[in-house]
Structures are given as structure tokens and as C-alpha cells.
């Protein structure tokens, strides 16, 4: 990412500013902090509740509350991605993933047998077994609409659908007819129950690209594709109508609004740590990696990957990070174990970052229990990675 004229340092700490990861919004509420920074990537791990704490000091008891309200809710969105989306982005969020689950009933036409008719009838099953109180799991879905469902056997499996159910449920969020509500309420796990619903599903291209460029600029046409999967000439025609201008000297862009302001930026001369997961905002907006690294830390081993690779060889963080300002400084991860945090930092912690760590662990012990990645990181699996953290930290 070349920046002729413009220092790495200050934007980092431009898009860290952006991210509200510069410590000035603690009154705000889950919904505010999502429409304002970006859906919040959610795959049954801590993510979503380490990203709202660090913006806005908000703990678990704030976060579901939203979440039963249904002021925030986790939705397929984005390339077919679960996120986490404020309500007033419910029904572009929707609109924004809608062609994943068409691919899996064409899919299913395609390669399983299974008509577009057959999924209609059994989407018009499970909406009649479902209320808007009482969620449905899976198993319950499936004794209540009975042969409407059909097994895919092995071309199933090797295609991972093994029966048609997933494929009308995905139908059925798409078209904000149903949603998934967790069991427990808790985001960070994946058992789910089902309930009916009415929500409007419509949003074009260009409003999505209107809110990315909010939430990620200065960001380029690469790393909007990223974000939304469109092809090349969905994305020009997407941001064509509006008022971008290029960063000198790169290949970023930045809404005309923005550009007096981040000209005006000046890098703080004061830390501002924060611990997020390793799929936050900061980094999975944009997916390159090497632009909040610098190339010594770039060069660093990772501690959980193999082959030797580096830090910077890396698409996506194997742990979770820590930054300051938006530079990466470390890297953490939670022993249940021991109920602390490990980490190995790249810069020599001082009073602030020691607060940062412990209010965090704080957090995580008494509020989560754990920090997963994802759902199916667990704290044996994760073992390996904690013990080459803490060798490299010794």
C-alpha cells in the first residue's frame, strides 16, 4: 500500500479513529457503535462482545439486552457472512447476502436433485410450525414438518447439506421471514432456535457501499470487494455515484465529506491501547493484514502457525490482537486454565497497556468465561498456541 506524502502512522491512526478504538465513546449503545464502525463479524465466538467493550467499555449484560430487544441481531449479510447489524441496517444487511442461499438452492437443483418446488413447500412448512414467541431448534423443526424434509445422503455430505432443511432456512432468513435467536441469548455460541418474522428485506449496492466507505475509508475498490464479494463491475457501478476522492499518492478512497477532516488529522502523541479479536473491524474490513503491521513485527514468527511462517505472511490474525493507535503490538489469547490473559507484545507495555490487559481480562473471566475465536475453538484445542505465546513472550 504505497502512501506517498502520508504517514503509515497516521493512517492507522485515522482508521483506529474511525473504529471508535481511541477511547471517546463509553456512553454509547451497541446499536450506535455498529452503525457507526461496521457490522461486527460473528462466527460463535467472542468477537462481537471484545469489539463493543473496547469502543464503548460495554459489558455482556448491555450487549444481550440489545440483542433480546432486537436492537442489534446477528444476520446473514454480507457475502453470506454472519454479522452483527444495528436495526436500522437489518433490512440492507439482508439484502446484501441474499444471493448466497439462491447459489445453495441452485445448488442443490444442480447437483442434488432437489427442485426450487421442494424447497418452496418445505420454506412454507417450517413458517407455518413457527410463532414469534417460541423458538424452534432444529430437531424440533424436523419432528413438526416430518417427510417435508429429505435426507441428501453422501453427494449430501461431500457438499455439506445433508438433508434439505439448512438450505430452506437459509431461504427463509434471507427473506426476513424467520430469524435465529441463540438458545441463551448469548452471541458467542452456535445453538439456535428459530421463530417466525416480518422484516423488510431491500438496499441497494451503492448503500452498501454508502456505509463501508463510512465505516472503513481511506479503503480501495479491492478492499470494498472484499467485504461485499460483488465482481469488479458491480463494485465500480456501486461506488461510481458517490463523491470518493482518491488518497495521494495510493489507490485508496475517501468520501468528499471526510477528506477536510482527515487532512486536518494529527497522529496522537499518546497511546491508546485497546484488545480486540483477531477478526475486529480494524482488521476484517479491509483484509490486509501487512498495512497495520510494521515490517519488523510483519517478520515476526507466528507462534500458532506452521511451516515457520510470519506474522506478516498471514491473512488473517491466528490469535487475537493488541493495538495501539492502529498498529498491531501483540497478540492474545485467554487460558481458561489459569483465567488470564497471554499474550507476547512488540512493544514494551507501559502503565496504560497494563491497565488495558487486566480490565480486559477482567472482562473475560467474569462476564464471558472464555474468548473463542470461533466456535469451534475450545480451550484444548487453543492449549498448543497459549503455551507458543508464552515461550515467546519468555
Avoid at 464479494?229 to 485508496?252: N, S, Y
Wanted: aromatic share 6%; net charge negative.
Amino acid at each position: 500500500m504505497a502512501n506517498s506524502g502520508i504517514p503509515t502512522a497516521k493512517l492507522r491512526a485515522w482508521w483506529a479513529h474511525q473504529q471508535w478504538l481511541d477511547g471517546g465513546h463509553r456512553s454509547s449503545s451497541p446499536a450506535e457503535v455498529l452503525a457507526a464502525t461496521g457490522w461486527a463479524r460473528s462466527v460463535g465466538g467472542a468477537a462481537p462482545y471484545l469489539g463493543l467493550f473496547a469502543r464503548a467499555g460495554l459489558d455482556r449484560a448491555a450487549v444481550d439486552a440489545a440483542v433480546a430487544a432486537l436492537k442489534v441481531h446477528e444476520l446473514p449479510s454480507a457475502r453470506g457472512c454472519t454479522y452483527v447489524l444495528p436495526a436500522a441496517d437489518f433490512a440492507l444487511g439482508l439484502a446484501a447476502g441474499a444471493g448466497t442461499p439462491e447459489s445453495d438452492v441452485a445448488m442443490a437443483a444442480k447437483h442434488l436433485g432437489v427442485s426450487r418446488d421442494e424447497i418452496e413447500k418445505l420454506c412454507l412448512a417450517i413458517s407455518q410450525v413457527l410463532s414469534e414467541a417460541n423458538p424452534l431448534e432444529p430437531p424440533a423443526i424436523r419432528a413438526a414438518v416430518g417427510d417435508a424434509i429429505r435426507g441428501l445422503g453422501e453427494q449430501g455430505r461431500r457438499r455439506g447439506r445433508t438433508t434439505t432443511l439448512p438450505i430452506a432456512l437459509g431461504l427463509l432468513q434471507s427473506r426476513g421471514l424467520i430469524r435465529r435467536v441463540p438458545v441463551n441469548g448469548r452471541l458467542d455460541q452456535q445453538r439456535y432456535g428459530y421463530v417466525s418474522w416480518d422484516q423488510p428485506v431491500h438496499g441497494s449496492a451503492t448503500e452498501l457501499a454508502e456505509r463501508y466507505f463510512s465505516w472503513a475509508a481511506p479503503a480501495s475498490i479491492k478492499h470494498f470487494r472484499w467485504f461485499t464479494g460483488f465482481t469488479a463491475a458491480t463494485a465500480k457501478a456501486a461506488t461510481t455515484p458517490l463523491d470518493l476522492v482518491e488518497v495521494p499518492g495510493t489507490d485508496l478512497l475517501l468520501p468528499a465529506e471526510l477528506q477536510a477532516e482527515f487532512d486536518e488529522f494529527n497522529t496522537p502523541t499518546t497511546p491508546s491501547y485497546a484488545l480486540v479479536a483477531g477478526i475486529d473491524g480494524l482488521h476484517l474490513l479491509h483484509r490486509d493484514l501487512s498495512r497495520l503491521l510494521d515490517p519488523a513485527d510483519a517478520e515476526r514468527p507466528s507462534p500458532s502457525a506452521k511451516g515457520g511462517r510470519s506474522f506478516g505472511s498471514e491473512t488473517d490474525p491466528q490469535s487475537h490482537l493488541v493495538v495501539d493507535r492502529g498498529r498491531i503490538v501483540g497478540i492474545w489469547e485467554y487460558d481458561t486454565e489459569e483465567g488470564e490473559i497471554v499474550h507476547q507484545l512488540f512493544v514494551p507495555p507501559d502503565d496504560a497497556l497494563r491497565e488495558t490487559v487486566a480490565r480486559t481480562e477482567t472482562f473475560v473471566r467474569d462476564q464471558l468465561g472464555d474468548a473463542r475465536g470461533f466456535s469451534l475453538d475450545s480451550p484444548v484445542s487453543r492449549a498448543p498456541k497459549i503455551a507458543a505465546i508464552r515461550a515467546a513472550s519468555a
